[in-house]
């Protein structure tokens, strides 16, 4: 009969999952700037790129935010970030997509959206780019993909980027480094909870 | 023949759209503080936590985090975070718990981190709170899960918190309000990217 020894069972086990770790690690040497897509249903996709923009920040880098499509109130997260000395902020500058009602003004804003961030993947003193709900510009065709992609791959070895929305196309998935796909188990507007200042804007 | 009006098919299916929003948003009017789950083996969980604080933060509501297993690098978050004077933070101390090798020393540490989280769930002046990396106190059984039910159901009503980790309770799951399960597609790390300031901490 052997005699148990929880305590020795734990070590053993975390020091397996430390090697597994180490060794995982020591295999992953790269540095470079990564492409990371958020996409799903599920709530976390923007806070989720602006948790990460502002780790960056807190490591001295330059950020720069496009927001593609966005309510009318002031956000919680205009607020906080947008006057940071290393960070600039953009907003496409009209209400929801389903709220303007007007596919031409929706198309020109687009357009200016993304003129700003061409300019954005060409600097390499912006070390991330955070393009939120700019899935939805292809969705709905109001931007080119080809152009984007052609952007994207041609940008500063060095620079990360950050795309939301809730369905990516398969072309910036085939280019993308890191893909996470938020899915909604629950969500507490089913539960009769409405929008509120500080979780949904 | 009839003509197609590409233009108005598309303003008549956004206002299908904004129809089906409004009433949504109409049912639901409930305002209160609502627990957040983000799980899965994805990339993005404490990020998103940390981006839906700030959000809060920029709404002038006060913050909370308390760090449940953390590495020994300063992170980006709490250099850009934790000298807010509206964000209260919390690291437990210890390094990775696959790290430190002792489960006495992690259950202590465990254990002074959640007194202090016990205190912050009690506290009506603290609007959010984030227990990030929580769920694997549960999985190793460094913490009761009990008395956490407990305080979580006792806390303010309008009190937020948002916990994060790979595998949730179903205890916990039965109390939240939001769930998302973000799911790893994709990881820079398998295509031999290293983890990276700003990006993994």
Redesign the interface.
């Known amino acids: 009969m052997t005699l148990e020894k929880p305590?020795k069972t734990?070590?053993e086990r975390?020091?397996r999952?430390?090697a597994v770790?180490d060794e995982?690690?020591a295999?992953?040497?790269?540095?470079?700037g990564?492409l990371?897509l958020?996409k799903?249903n599920?709530?976390?996709?923007?806070?989720?790129?602006?948790?990460?923009m502002?780790?960056?920040?807190?490591?001295e880098?330059a950020a720069a935010v496009v927001q593609f499509i966005k309510g009318r109130r002031e956000?919680?997260?205009?607020?906080?970030?947008s006057s940071h000395p290393l960070i600039e902020w953009h907003v496409m500058g009209e209400g929801?997509?389903?709220?303007?009602?007007?596919?031409e003004r929706d198309e020109a804003a687009a357009a200016h959206a993304w003129e700003i961030t061409e300019r954005l993947l060409q600097d390499p003193n912006r070390?991330?780019v955070v393009l939120d709900e700019m899935a939805y510009m292809f969705k709905y065709r109001y931007l080119p993909l080809e152009p984007v992609i052609a952007a994207l791959k041609a940008r500063p070895r060095h620079q990360?980027v950050i795309i939301t929305g809730r369905v990516m196309p398969e072309a910036l998935?085939e280019i993308?480094?890191?893909?996470?796909?938020?899915?909604?188990?629950?969500?507490?507007?089913?539960?009769?909870?409405?929008?509120?200042?500080?979780?949904e804007?």
Chains 1, 2 share one sequence.
Do not use: P
Not at 42 to 52: E, M, N, P, Q, Y
Not at 75 to 81: L, M, P
Not at 96 to 103: C, M, P, Y
Not at 176 to 195: C, E, M, P, Y
């Open positions: 305590k734990h070590e975390m020091a999952k430390k770790m995982r690690i295999n992953a040497k790269e540095e470079r990564v990371i958020l799903g599920g709530k976390g996709k923007s806070s989720s790129a602006l948790g990460t502002a780790r960056c920040v807190g490591h880098k956000t919680g997260e205009f607020k906080f970030f929801f997509t389903w709220e303007t009602q007007s596919r070390d991330i990360h998935e993308a480094d890191t893909i996470s796909d938020i899915k909604d188990q629950r969500h507490a507007f089913r539960l009769g909870v409405t929008s509120q200042a500080g979780i804007y």
